[in-house]
């Protein structure tokens, strides 16, 4: 049973454009949200992260909105970068805990 | 400092044999999480180990199996493996349960 649906699948943006990825989570009980990128044939790096209490977080060019009643969340990157080319992870867990249950992920390719 | 490490960064093996991946822990991080990712596809869950006892299983067979040493080091262990087990083997650590995890590269397992 997938909990975490992260849509969409595939992302093409411009160069400086804004890229939005969204996620839906099923399990109410999960109150940890954070994001992940990924490079090909690297593990997957920490870019930011939320707890339910707040609606957004924000680092940089990368912020996070967080709606508990819908239960979904997203992830913004402003001002998009080539370099930024790259695949998105949500993900969440119980208890702020390290048991991380994984969206399906959004492959994000920015045009130079 | 050197982050996750993980061996060996590549295997092929044959279906019903056994394999061991190895995981080395960023320096002072106490808990391990590995993680299955299967190409195309967000990590799924397997182990947490925090000072050195399981904490949390993910729903996988019991072919599957792990451990962590004194050193805080870890193994996982698959036996009889199948074709549907490769994938990507992530090692993630942290200082404790509820903190930031950090992933290796992971060691890319293929099944012949």
């Known amino acids: 049973q997938q909990q975490v649906k992260q849509s969409p699948q595939s992302l093409i943006v411009q160069k400086g454009g804004i890229s939005i990825i969204n996620c839906a989570y099923e399990?109410?009980?999960?109150?940890?949200f954070p994001w992940y990128q990924q490079f090909p044939g690297k593990g997957p790096a920490l870019l930011i992260a939320i707890r339910p209490d707040v609606s957004e977080k924000k680092e940089g060019r990368f912020t996070i909105s967080f709606n508990k009643s819908a239960k979904q969340f997203s992830l913004h990157i402003m001002d998009s970068q080539p370099g930024d080319s790259a695949t998105y992870f949500c993900a969440a867990s119980l208890n702020a805990g390290n048991m991380l249950t994984f969206g399906g992920g959004t492959r994000l390719m920015v045009k130079p | 400092d050197a982050g996750v490490t993980q061996s060996p960064t590549h295997l092929i093996k044959t279906r019903g044999q056994h394999v061991t991946l190895r995981c080395s822990p960023i320096s002072g991080h106490k808990s391990v999480s590995w993680y299955q990712q299967v190409l195309g596809q967000g990590p799924q869950f397997i182990f947490q180990y925090y000072e050195k006892e399981e904490r949390g299983r993910g729903n996988f067979p019991d072919r599957f199996s792990a451990r962590q040493f004194p050193n805080y080091s870890s193994e996982l262990n698959v036996n009889a493996l199948l074709l549907g087990d490769s994938a990507l083997y992530l090692c993630?650590?942290?200082?404790?349960?509820?903190?930031?995890?950090?992933f290796g590269d992971g060691t890319r397992l293929s099944i012949l």
């Open positions: 993630a650590s942290s200082f404790g349960t509820q903190t930031p995890q950090h």
């Open positions: 399990n109410t009980a999960f109150d940890y």
